[in-house]
């Protein structure tokens, strides 16, 4: 994966995003949806989406997806190498927003807090997948988006 976008300038955001497998043009798809990271103390937030086709969606399982808090490290890093390596089926992109694109955006002037920073970064990547023309038919969250009015409940404010 090539990072250097970010490393040449870490204060904002980078996406990175697989090749669009031919058959997710064709076929109906599904596409989840998943985020991690601790915010802007302790680094960057990772939003990504995974899809593929409907017909595949057993051998996606198979890789045991899963929520990326539920993977350790090893398994996170096991299962992008076969996403990899499947990619003839199987489509991502990620969004990542650095600490200090998270920080300057909920103290400015003009307040933009995480609840709505994470509702529209992955609305963002749902949209990039079908601008890529993806037949995104189904998507699903790995974790419920929460309302833009309710608090994540880890300190942030709204």
């Known amino acids: 994966m090539d990072l250097s976008e970010l490393e040449r300038d870490n204060t904002g ?12 043009l064709k076929e109906p798809c599904v596409l989840g949806v998943d985020e991690a990271g601790r915010g802007p103390v302790l680094g960057p937030m990772v939003y990504a989406i995974c899809y593929c086709p409907l017909s595949r969606l057993a051998d996606l399982e198979a890789l045991k997806v899963a929520d990326s808090k539920t993977l350790t490290e090893n398994e996170r ?39 709505s920073m994470s509702h529209d970064t992955a609305a963002g990547l749902i949209q990039h997948a079908m601008d890529q023309n993806v037949k995104v038919t189904q998507w699903q969250f790995v974790e419920s988006l929460q309302g833009l009015d309710s608090d994540y409940g880890s300190g942030y404010p709204n």
């Open 13 to 24: 955001r980078c996406r990175l995003s697989s090749p669009v497998p031919a058959v997710c």
């Open 77 to 115: 890093e096991r299962l992008f190498a076969k996403m990899e390596e499947d990619g003839d089926f199987v489509g991502w992109a990620l969004d990542i927003l650095s600490p200090n694109l998270i920080s300057t955006s909920m103290l400015g002037r003009v307040k933009y807090n995480l609840n």
